[in-house]
């Protein structure tokens, strides 16, 4: 159990679009998603909090509007890139956590690898 | 705000060799520890937990951490490593009660050599 996937796995795309990534909850409800974002050979780092039904919370220095997150049900949440230059360009992992007692802790996706030409 | 510290960048042992590899936090709370491994293209993977009780966590593929709190550590320990332990390691800190800011270490990178 608590499978959590993303979709794509891996995306190219030109500077100046907008690239939507996908969380799905497999087989619990997640209540709370995490989006991080992890640079070659460094740690994760948090980038924002969305629960279901409500904004999400960004980490300081996020930008909000670059990085729209949708978690409208208990089982997908988005992160949406807007005008991506290859500077956003990194693997993007996003993360779930379940009321139930089963879940809750943070259980992770695969990632996303995004790169900006 | 927490912080985790995680000593050591890179470790490089040879097959059978003892591992421990540190982390230390700071919080004052109550905390949850957690340490995670990321395979060579892979997600990561959760090895082991400490939320309460025994301090000594057994997880996954021999692996096993001790939390010392007065030290604030959770150091992660397995004492024969095998060449497909070479990975990415890393410890994280969650405040008991919050739903958010689960923080991880800058992560170890272990190398195994056969």
């Known amino acids: 159990g608590a499978v959590v996937s993303q979709h794509p796995s891996w995306v190219i795309c030109k500077s100046g679009t907008s690239v939507k990534i996908e969380c799905r909850s497999l087989?619990?409800?997640?209540?709370?998603m995490f989006w991080y974002r992890q640079f070659p050979k460094q740690s994760l780092m948090l980038m924002a909090t969305?629960?279901?039904?409500?904004?999400?919370?960004?980490e300081q220095g996020v930008e909000k509007d670059k990085f729209l997150i949708n978690h409208a049900s208990l089982t997908l949440s988005t992160l949406t890139v807007t005008s991506a230059h290859p500077e956003d360009s990194s693997f993007y992992i996003c993360?779930?956590?379940?009321?139930?007692?089963?879940?809750?802790?943070?259980?992770f996706g695969p990632g996303t690898r995004l790169t900006v030409l | 705000a927490q912080s985790v510290s995680q000593h050591n960048h890179h470790v490089i042992l040879s097959e059978a060799a003892s591992l421990e590899l540190g982390c230390n936090y700071s919080?004052?709370?109550?905390?949850?520890l957690f340490w995670y491994v990321q395979y060579p293209g892979q997600h990561l993977q959760l090895l082991l937990k400490?939320?309460?009780?025994?301090?000594l966590v057994k997880g996954i593929k021999g692996f096993e951490a001790e939390f010392i709190k007065s030290k604030f550590s959770f150091n992660l320990r397995k004492p024969s490593v095998q060449w497909s332990d070479t990975a990415e390691y890393f410890c994280?800190?969650?405040?008991?009660?919050?739903?958010?800011?689960?923080?991880f270490g800058s992560g170890t990178q272990l190398t195994v050599l056969p």
């Open positions: 993360s779930a956590k379940g009321l139930a007692q089963l879940y809750n802790e943070q259980f």
């Open positions: 087989d619990f409800q997640a209540t709370t």
């Open positions: 969305s629960n279901e039904g409500s904004k999400a919370t960004y």
């Open positions: 919080y004052g709370g109550t905390v949850n």
């Open positions: 400490y939320f309460s009780g025994d301090p």
């Open positions: 994280a800190v969650w405040p008991s009660g919050s739903a958010r800011q689960l923080t």
